[in-house]
């Protein structure tokens, strides 16, 4: 059992309790070495074994390794021990939105300003292809300034989740915030669906109390799917009438986010994300964290991917660069080579001369250059449309005269980061590749190939 004051994985001083659930807990804990303030949940792994809730968590990290923005609670690492699983998350220490809210109603511009926050969280969280599918003020966690923060990623989705129809199809969330083609069960717009939640939040917050409630479940849901609702009179006209676009049972005709923010009741005073969160050392999460929080370790607790030298490539690594044995989609649910903001390359070059390779890169396209270990981040000089691109860069050690090198995005638009690759990255790396993991590994292996 984890007390107040334990040292944890040789990294973390373990505080107070924050909360719990059924198969997790939440303390406040310190970073020994930088000092930083985390949120560490502690799941018991039998327990999520045991309930099948294995895909659920893994999913949770995936998606939030994907989404880096202000009003986002962050993940900034996974670790595992033999019985239990690791998040050390940003610490919010304000509290729930829905214990505000439990109070009485917001002021306009106090309700506005949660809401804008809410739908920047929740337009960036779309365009990296994640719905978050259970929003609701008890989701909603504000920091010591005030500012909101969406956390609980445990039901969302991702883009490559969607069927043949382009939809979604499970039922979840939360019934009072739900829209009203999820409870229909016939498939729904990730999008859409998570726009009707935020319309619900406005209407708590400005209101004190839902728009959709009834004592009979049945009654409610049928007045979710017909938009039964009204306004109370202290609402302003342009509020009812933008609430009137978002809370509109067909999805069809709903009010999308591109519409929404040039509402000209949501923009007063809006200010759009427009740079990247600014990095700190403890965010090194990547798909081995993944693959390491579900390996049962037979000695004591340790931190993963610290070496001070390229990392060493394991079998499950090693299998997974395969095309055929390709096991990323075990921890990854966007697995579309195009959605995707990773990929590989294979080369028999030192790793001095890898990171010399990408160093001159960054010069000659004006990216700033960070190198610590074996990793490498580049950050670009300009402002694109989801702000700065910033490309990370791991060496992995396979044999001392082979190396696998992964590269993937961690901000930025990915229509930009595509382009950068296609363009700049990879021409500029060809002398030093061997071959690329993705559609033209064929064609550039035979490239290689000694001709006849």
């Not at 409870?183 to 209407?203: E, M, P, R, T």
């Not at 986010?257 to 969160?277: C, I, Q, S, Y």
């Not at 590269?407 to 060809?430: H, N």
């Amino acid at each position: 059992m984890e007390r107040k004051g334990n040292i944890l994985m040789q990294r973390y001083e373990l505080g107070r309790l924050l909360g719990k659930g059924t198969f997790a807990k939440v303390y406040y804990a310190r970073n020994l070495e930088s000092g930083l303030s985390v949120a560490m949940k502690i799941i018991d792994k039998e327990k999520v074994l045991e309930v099948g809730l294995i895909e659920q968590i893994k999913r949770e990290i995936s998606v939030m390794r994907l989404v880096r923005h202000p009003n986002v609670v962050q993940l900034y690492e996974v670790m595992a021990s033999k019985t239990k699983i690791y998040f050390a998350m940003e610490y919010v220490k304000g509290g729930e939105l829905f214990d505000k809210v439990a109070k009485g109603k917001l002021k306009e511009d106090v309700a506005r300003k949660y809401f804008q926050q809410l739908i920047g969280a929740v337009d960036f969280c779309h365009s990296r292809g994640v719905y978050h599918r259970d929003l609701k003020p008890e989701n909603l966690l504000l920091d010591d300034q005030g500012n909101l923060k969406v956390s609980d990623f445990g039901l969302s989705a991702l883009w490559d989740s969607r069927r043949k129809d382009g939809l979604l199809h499970t039922t979840c969330g939360t019934p009072e915030y739900v829209a009203p083609e999820v409870i229909n069960n016939k498939g729904y717009d990730g999008a859409k669906a998570d726009i009707w939640s935020c319309g619900v939040v406005l209407f708590v917050l400005m209101a004190g109390y839902l728009p959709f409630h009834d004592s009979n479940l049945m009654e409610m849901y049928r007045k979710i799917s017909r938009g039964d609702f009204k306004c109370p009179q202290w609402f302003p006209a342009e509020v009812r009438k933008l609430l009137s676009r978002i809370l509109d049972p067909s999805p069809s005709t709903r009010i999308d986010v591109a519409k929404l923010t040039d509402n000209v009741w949501f923009k007063k005073g809006f200010k759009r994300f427009e740079a990247p969160l600014p990095y700190c050392h403890e965010q090194t999460l990547s798909i081995r964290d993944v693959h390491a929080a579900f390996t049962t370790t037979s000695s004591l607790d340790t931190c993963q991917g610290t070496s001070m030298r390229p990392t060493n490539f394991n079998a499950f690594d090693i299998i997974s660069l395969s095309a055929g044995f390709n096991l990323s989609s075990l921890f990854e649910e966007d697995s579309n080579y195009y959605q995707r903001p990773e990929a590989r390359f294979t080369t028999t070059k030192p790793a001095s001369t890898i990171v010399s390779k990408f160093e001159e890169i960054a010069e000659t396209e004006r990216f700033k250059f960070v190198k610590k270990d074996a990793t490498m981040k580049l950050q670009g000089s300009k402002q694109g449309r989801k702000g700065q691109l910033v490309i990370d860069a791991e060496i992995f050690e396979v044999t001392p005269a082979f190396y696998v090198v992964e590269m993937k995005k961690t901000a930025g638009d990915t229509l930009e980061y595509r382009k950068f690759c296609d363009q700049d990255l990879r021409p500029s790396l060809k002398d030093i590749v061997w071959t690329w993991q993705g559609c033209d590994d064929q064609q550039q292996q035979q490239e290689k190939s000694p001709q006849p």
